[in-house]
């Protein structure tokens, strides 16, 4: 496995250290993914500053979608004093206005878009909270199928749904859990 050394402006999100396939995957996902709702979404192919910043948004949801998978960024938020980390990962969760932004630049539901967020990152702290709980991962789980069901009922563009259901998975399962346990990434 080849790693690569992440910037210091980086490392919020993908850790100090990379594997060269998983910036790959990372890359590869959010171009092809922001690419797909920019040519499938008529309201993204308008143009403009708010079309651009919803894209660079939502280019962001794509890419820690898959980014919070990686050795690197889970070593950043799971390996050292855990005091330390714990804290780190409540104010990540806590910055994540992304569907909201996007939602107020396309015109789409807040009420809906904030019952979203509020859901979404209230079941990441409680997943945080429980971790080293055998309940840590049924949490994540549980909290991630009942987003996934019940976020069709909001009437939220069906788009816009797939992207509030990735961004679920996105704090709750990508980033919540600690899919490296054993080792930091050496």
Not at 74 to 90: L, Q, W
Not at 104 to 120: D, E, P, Q, R
Request: aromatic content about 12%; hydrophobic content about 50%; proline content about 4%.
């Amino acid at each position: 496995m080849t790693l690569v050394s992440i910037p210091f402006f980086l490392q919020e999100f993908l850790g100090e250290r990379q594997s060269v396939s998983d910036l790959a995957m990372v890359v590869g996902f959010t171009t092809l993914g922001t690419w797909y709702l920019r040519s499938d979404v008529p309201s993204l192919q308008a143009g403009g500053w708010k079309c651009n910043a919803a894209l660079m948004v939502i280019g962001d949801i794509l890419a820690g979608a898959i980014g919070n998978f990686t050795k690197g960024t889970n070593d950043r938020y799971f390996i050292g004093p855990e005091a330390e980390k714990y804290s780190a990962r409540v104010h990540f969760y806590l910055v994540h206005f992304h569907l909201l932004i996007v939602a107020a630049l396309m015109n789409i539901s807040l009420k809906a878009t904030a019952f979203v967020s509020a859901y979404t990152i209230g079941s990441s702290l409680l997943v945080n909270a429980l971790r080293g709980s055998s309940l840590h991962p049924v949490i994540a789980g549980t909290s991630f199928f009942t987003g996934l069901v019940a976020f069709p009922a909001l009437g939220l563009p069906k788009w816009f749904e797939t992207l509030s259901v990735l961004f679920l998975g996105k704090l709750v399962v990508a980033f919540s859990l600690n899919h490296h346990p054993v080792n930091r990434m050496d």
